[in-house]
Nanobody, 121 residues
Framework: QVQLVESGGGLVHTGGSLRLSCAASGSIRVILDMGWYRQAPGKQRELVAQISSGGTTNYADSVNGRFTISRDNPKNTVNLQMNSLKPEDTAVYYC???????????????WGQGTQVTVSS
């Protein structure tokens, strides 16, 4: 009953920029933390960035200073601005949200469908 839809992936050259967006919809009472993960071929999924309901952010060391995560609470949307992209950033990026559904007291994690980001050298 909760859906996440991602957009904004694509192909860019080294040094370029992309902006990812993820919108949550459905039977949502409240959204807690939101974040972005990525998974490159042959590698495990890793945390890229996360943002709490109060706006506190955390970044992976590999993207700190280049990526910025933000959220628009009225629209139930989380964004990831990616600047100075490198080939090592190439991966499928997944949105994750911690949601308390309508009629519940505890949160559940929901995932987006994934969007491809490719950075060419």
């Amino acid at each position: 009953q909760v859906q996440l839809v991602e957009s904004g992936g694509g192909l860019v050259h080294t040094g370029g920029s992309l902006r990812l967006s993820c919108a949550a919809s459905g039977s949502i009472r409240v959204i807690l933390d939101m974040g972005w993960y990525r998974q490159a071929p042959g590698k495990q999924r890793e945390l890229v960035a996360q943002i709490s309901s109060g706006g506190t952010t955390n970044y992976a060391d590999s993207v700190n200073g280049r990526f910025t995560i933000s959220r628009d609470n009225p629209k139930n949307t989380v964004n990831l601005q990616m600047n100075s992209l490198k080939p090592e950033d190439t991966a499928v990026y997944y949105c994750n949200t911690e949601v308390i559904p309508v009629g519940s007291w505890s949160w559940r994690a929901y995932w987006g469908q994934g969007t491809q980001v490719t950075v060419s050298s």
